[in-house]
């Protein structure tokens, strides 16, 4: 299984974009990148996920460039409700049908 | 969203006694459920793959023995805490995909909170 790397903590303040970036040099051909995000004492929630080049939904973007060994979760204008864990998986079809292994993830505190 | 449910949110039990967490997908169906565990502060941890009408697949290092998994029916998971010990107390965390394809979304349940006295 492809292992992420994040930075272990992140703090911002609101108003402000965020950009949450995960290293995964050894990513498969086959691997998809997504992003979840865990409030204390919560299961932890889908974000986003992409394969390549640009993804965008209602709450987030995510960046990945061409040659796919990173990602960059980007969540515009945050608010003090962003405040949780985000964890970036690597997975695919070669890696155990959808077992999703945990990196140590990223703890963003947005402040007033 | 799909939507998956665990029972009970919390529980409290003694030393050596017996604990069962439900898992349900409660608008589709899960040939695979996932179970995790997470410490205060850590990450979650992968402990064991719920195959529906056949066994479980656990992680290493997981005892299958002490952590029972039954996966009875397409909408429903069961993990047992066996004899339980203090050590057990923590934070389980159910997943399943909503789809077969790799790509799929996985959701997760609320978790439940074991606390073993």
């Known amino acids: 299984l492809a292992k992420t790397t994040q930075p272990i903590s992140m703090d911002s303040y609101e108003g402000q974009e965020v950009n949450i970036t995960c290293s995964h040099n050894n990513i498969a051909t086959n691997d998809y990148i997504t992003w979840y995000q865990q409030f204390p004492s919560q299961g932890p929630r889908f974000i986003i996920q992409g394969y390549k080049t640009k993804v965008t939904n209602e709450v987030a973007s995510l960046f990945i460039p061409a040659d796919r060994k990173s990602s960059t979760l980007s969540l515009p204008r945050v608010s003090l409700s962003d405040t949780a864990v985000y964890y970036c998986?690597?997975?695919?079809?070669?890696?155990?049908?959808?077992?999703?292994?945990f990196g140590t993830g990223t703890r963003l505190l947005v402040s007033p | 969203g799909a939507v998956v449910s665990q029972h009970p949110s919390w529980v409290i039990c003694k030393s050596g006694t017996s604990v069962k967490i439900e898992c349900r997908s409660l608008?589709?169906?899960?040939?695979?459920m996932f179970w995790y565990r997470q410490f205060p502060k850590q990450s979650l941890m992968l402990m064991a793959t719920s195959n529906e009408g056949s066994k479980a697949t656990y992680e290493q290092g997981v005892e299958k023995d002490k952590f029972l998994i039954n996966h009875a029916s397409l909408t429903l998971s069961t993990l047992t805490v066996t004899s339980a010990h203090p050590e057990d107390s923590s934070f389980y965390i159910c997943?399943?995909?909503?789809?077969?394809?790799?790509?799929?979304?996985?959701?997760f349940g609320p978790g439940t909170r074991l606390t073993v006295l």
């Open positions: 608008d589709f169906q899960a040939t695979t």
């Open positions: 997943s399943a995909p909503d789809g077969g394809a790799a790509t799929d979304t996985q959701y």
């Open positions: 998986l690597v997975g695919g079809p070669n890696t155990g049908f959808q077992k999703l292994v």
